[in-house]
């Protein structure tokens, strides 16, 4: 198979699909990659790196994908990407389609095949994807909401650990998966006082069971999360219904009642986030005030430390990437139900619920 990997597009995404030692990798097994130049660079990787591991370099996107049977991205296209999409083509990428019918629609139209990063669910329920991409943005998550409760930055003026004689800061929770999780051992660890609130309650025993004594659990019903958001210094939005759009736990009426310099950091923006007051926001340009309340809402919030975050994309990719282009995504699909469970798309025919309950769609179950 042709195997493309074009430079990403979205504002401020500095990570890349492919490292060299995929491209190496999928070389031994009979495949071509084709790399557009400079692909690399953000995540620190030259052009010189890629040729070495045997890739082709390309100049022109088009190129990439015009040739390619399989594209591998890390973002979702973007409108100026739209045309260059191909029937029958494969994409596999971050769509989150419930958060975008514009794309939705134009890539039913393109017929392309989309197999979502996200929606990959192996035996034990986990999406091995999403997963070390939340566990980069829970961490970070800590690190900018920290960053921006500084005076400077129009925050509260707090330190999360406090100082001993001053209390620490309040940091809230909503949301106990990955990102939660890992938000909550950064937290915990600078010293904060976390609630984490979840509605799996087997979930909040085994946070219970791992966590240290300043991270306290509750369930997540609308009377916890009001009082817990009124006493929050830093509220982490973390909640996923897989690949639908996210459920607004947070309301407006909420947010009013934060203390002025307050931050939100909602993650789950990527799948329209769990704030009702939140927007999409980028890297470049990450927050904005509503209700005296700093929102930071970056799509992609990974793509801030590549280096660390393309290495870790491309070690789940890969096996699966390897699996489409060895069999084809039909055989794929058959013989392995976690890229079956990827798979939103094909040819025209959208084959996700959640996607289209998101829009009132009708969908088909896609039968390799
Ligand atoms: N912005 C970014 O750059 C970025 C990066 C990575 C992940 N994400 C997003 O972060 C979100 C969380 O991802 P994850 O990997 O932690 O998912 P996950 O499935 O591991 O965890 C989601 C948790 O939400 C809980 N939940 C569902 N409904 C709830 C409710 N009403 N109240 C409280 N909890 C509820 C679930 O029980 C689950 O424990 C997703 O939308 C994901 O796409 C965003």
Same mark, same amino acid.
């Given at each position: 198979?042709?195997?493309?990997?074009?430079?990403?597009?979205?504002? +401020?995404?500095?990570? *890349?699909?492919?490292?060299?030692?995929?491209?190496?990798?999928?070389?031994?097994?009979?495949?071509?990659?084709? /790399?557009?130049?400079?692909?690399?660079?953000?995540?620190?990787?030259?052009?010189?790196?890629?040729?070495?591991?045997?890739?082709?370099?390309?100049?022109?996107?088009?190129? /990439?994908?015009?040739?390619?049977?399989?594209?591998?991205?890390?973002?979702?296209?973007?409108?100026?990407?739209?045309?260059?999409?191909?029937?029958?083509?494969?994409?596999?990428?971050?769509?989150?389609?419930?958060?975008?019918?514009?794309?939705?629609?134009?890539?039913?139209?393109?017929?392309?095949?989309?197999?979502?990063?996200?929606?990959?669910?192996?035996?034990?329920?986990?999406?091995?994807?999403?997963?070390?991409?939340?566990?980069?943005?829970?961490?970070?998550?800590?690190?900018?909401?920290?960053?921006?409760?500084?005076?400077?930055?129009?925050?509260?003026? /707090?330190?999360?650990?406090?100082?001993?004689?001053?209390?620490?800061?309040?940091?809230?929770?909503?949301?106990?998966? *990955?990102?939660?999780?890992?938000?909550?051992?950064?937290?915990?660890?600078?010293?904060?006082?976390?609630?984490?609130?979840?509605?799996?309650?087997?979930?909040?025993?085994?946070?219970?069971?791992?966590?240290?004594? =300043?991270?306290?659990?509750?369930?997540? =019903?609308?009377?916890?999360?009001?009082?817990?958001?009124?006493?929050?210094?830093?509220?982490?939005?973390?909640?996923?219904?897989?690949?639908?759009?996210?459920?607004?736990?947070?309301?407006?009426?909420? *947010?009013?009642?934060?203390?002025?310099?307050?931050?939100?950091?909602?993650?789950?923006?990527?799948?329209?986030?769990?704030?009702?007051?939140?927007?999409?926001?980028?890297?470049? =340009?990450?927050?904005?005030?509503?209700? +005296? *309340?700093?929102?930071?809402?970056?799509?992609?919030?990974?793509?801030?430390?590549?280096?660390?975050?393309?290495?870790?994309?491309? =070690?789940?990719?890969?096996?699966?990437?390897?699996?489409?282009?060895?069999?084809?995504?039909?055989?794929?699909?058959?013989?392995?139900?976690?890229?079956?469970?990827?798979?939103?798309?094909?040819?025209?025919?959208?084959?996700?619920?959640?996607?289209?309950?998101?829009?009132?769609?009708?969908?088909?179950?896609?039968?390799?």
């Amino acid at each position: 198979m042709i195997i493309g990997v074009p430079k990403e597009t979205k504002s +401020d995404e500095y990570r *890349v699909a492919l490292v060299p030692a995929g491209v190496e990798e999928l070389l031994k097994r009979g495949h071509t990659v084709i /790399i557009e130049q400079g692909a690399g660079s953000g995540s620190g990787i030259s052009d010189e790196e890629y040729q070495r591991a045997g890739a082709q370099l390309v100049v022109e996107r088009g190129e /990439i994908y015009d040739k390619a049977q399989l594209v591998m991205k890390v973002k979702e296209p973007l409108p100026e990407e739209y045309p260059l999409l191909r029937e029958e083509q494969i994409v596999f990428t971050f769509f989150h389609f419930a958060a975008s019918k514009q794309l939705t629609d134009a890539t039913l139209k393109a017929k392309a095949v989309a197999i979502a990063y996200e929606t990959i669910r192996d035996e034990h329920g986990q999406h091995p994807i999403l997963t070390p991409m939340s566990e980069v943005a829970g961490r970070m998550s800590i690190q900018e909401g920290a960053k921006y409760l500084e005076k400077p930055m129009l925050g509260r003026g /707090i330190l999360l650990s406090g100082v001993p004689g001053v209390a620490p800061a309040e940091v809230v929770i909503v949301g106990g998966g *990955v990102v939660g999780t890992n938000a909550a051992k950064v937290a915990s660890g600078f010293g904060a006082r976390v609630t984490m609130l979840d509605i799996n309650t087997g979930r909040l025993r085994y946070l219970d069971d791992i966590m240290p004594k =300043n991270v306290v659990t509750l369930i997540s =019903n609308t009377q916890n999360i009001r009082q817990k958001v009124r006493d929050a210094d830093l509220l982490i939005g973390a909640v996923l219904i897989e690949g639908a759009r996210a459920p607004h736990v947070v309301t407006k009426e909420m *947010v009013q009642t934060m203390k002025p310099g307050a931050v939100i950091v909602d993650v789950a923006i990527d799948q329209g986030g769990c704030i009702e007051t939140s927007k999409p926001t980028n890297h470049s =340009n990450p927050v904005y005030r509503e209700y +005296d *309340v700093l929102h930071y809402c970056v799509t992609n919030i990974p793509s801030a430390v590549a280096c660390t975050s393309t290495h870790a994309l491309a =070690n789940v990719t890969l096996p699966y990437a390897r699996e489409i282009a060895d069999k084809g995504y039909e055989r794929a699909a058959r013989e392995n139900p976690a890229i079956l469970k990827g798979i939103n798309m094909v040819k025209g025919v959208l084959t996700n619920k959640a996607v289209a309950d998101a829009f009132g769609m009708s969908y088909r179950i896609f039968q390799s």
